[in-house]
């Protein structure tokens, strides 16, 4: 069975961040991604990503 210490989160609200929490208090590595379509994190991972596309969803 594999183990995995890093994980990535898009976005920390109330749910995002009690999980992110919970995973640091065990050890794990998090990345918390922004949904910022000002940002650049999400780019890397969503090449074509169009943030006006799901704009009401943002």
Avoid at 15 to 36: F, H, M, N, P, W
Wanted: no cysteine; net charge negative.
């Amino acid at each position: 069975m594999s183990v995995y210490t890093k994980f990535a989160i898009i976005g920390a609200g109330s749910i995002g961040g009690a999980v992110a929490d919970e995973l640091l208090k065990k050890g794990a590595t998090v990345s918390i991604l922004t949904r910022d379509d000002t940002q650049h994190t999400l780019q890397a991972f969503f090449p074509d990503w169009n943030p006006a596309k799901y704009e009401t969803f943002l």
